[in-house]
């Protein structure tokens, strides 16, 4: 009995020892559980982040309170680190992950992998999804997702005394996580006032390897029409990439040559800043044309709605 005893005593005065090392390499700052207008932040292991009150830590339990209502519990070994925060901080944007049950921070959403500076992607917009765009502060573009397999767009270089009206269609699909396709056709009307009005048109496939946060994409396609015959189009081959660098930045790059017109070489390379639905798009890049090279500036702008 005086044995069992002993060693049940023993247990308990290495629990008693172990556990507040293990609070005090988890918890940071001076945490007050009775104290109402302290702001906690729990960051789990996984790296999900969430701000509200811790209201219990009982054995390796810890019970928190998140946005003043909801009750959530945790395991003390599942935690990287409960601190005090600045109530600056507090603002954060929190969404509800039905399938882990849990209320996660909400990233930095990533937008504009659909596209290149210049030229489409094999990613298409999600059904419902819109984007205005604007680039080099004369042409102006909206895109929407009729499907997630289907996109239309409409986009104009309104100068008046010359215009130039596109319409796009869009058609894509996945195949499994890394390979994406598109086929891409447009249709343009350009009207001048002395010169009248002039058509063209032209279709392109792309396949891209990887995600929206990193991949490469091969492409190509015919172009004719502005006062040109069907026989004398333009056949262009392209590559291109993109690679996210962080939550707000992307840096990308696009080469596009003729097939059947050498002295045709065109090349645009920068980056993109994202934050919220708005994305900065700028870089610089160089045109050849007759073995004259042109370089250019790229600046653009786009909003997701």
């Known amino acids: 009995m005086k044995s069992t005893l002993f060693r049940a005593t023993a247990i308990l005065a290495l629990v008693l020892c172990f556990l ?9 700052g001076d945490l007050i559980i009775g104290d109402t207008s302290q702001i906690h932040q729990v960051t789990t292991k996984r790296g999900d982040v969430f701000l509200g009150r811790v209201t219990q830590i009982q054995n390796t339990e810890v019970r928190f309170l998140f946005n003043k209502t909801i009750e959530l519990t945790f395991q003390l070994t599942d935690l990287q680190e409960i601190s005090v925060v600045d109530p600056a901080r507090v603002g954060q944007k929190y969404s509800y ?3 882990r049950k849990e209320f996660l921070k909400k990233s930095q959403p990533f937008h504009g992998h659909e596209r290149g500076f210049l030229l489409p992607t094999g990613f298409l917009l999600k059904k419902g ?14 895109d929407y997702g009729l499907t997630d397999n289907l996109n239309v ?9 010359a215009n130039l009206f596109q ?8 195949l499994g996580e890394m390979v994406h396709l598109s086929l891409n056709a447009n249709a343009y009307l ?5 010169a009248g009005a002039t058509t063209a048109a032209s279709a392109t496939g792309a396949l891209t390897v990887g995600r929206p946060e990193r991949n490469l994409t091969a492409g190509g396609g015919y172009g004719f029409g502005f006062g040109g015959s069907l026989e004398e189009g333009v056949f262009i081959g392209n590559v291109g990439g993109s690679y996210q660098v962080d939550r707000n930045w992307r840096i990308l790059g696009e080469v596009l040559i003729s097939i059947n017109q050498p002295g045709l070489f065109l090349f645009t390379g920068g980056a993109n ?25 790229f600046l653009g702008y786009a909003y997701r709605f």
């Open 167 to 174: 319409f796009k269609l869009r058609a894509g699909t996945s």
């Open 97 to 99: 992950d039905g399938e």
């Open 153 to 161: 767009g409409a986009g104009a270089i309104p100068l008046l005394a």
């Open 20 to 28: 507040p090392s293990v609070y005090s390499q988890v918890i940071k």
């Open 190 to 194: 350009g009207f001048a006032i002395e």
């Open 273 to 297: 800043w994202i934050t919220g639905n708005h994305r900065l798009e700028f870089g610089i890049g160089a045109v050849r044309v007759d073995f004259n090279a042109i370089p250019y500036p």
């Open 129 to 142: 999804v819109k984007e205005y765009r604007n680039v080099g502060f004369i042409y102006s573009s909206f």
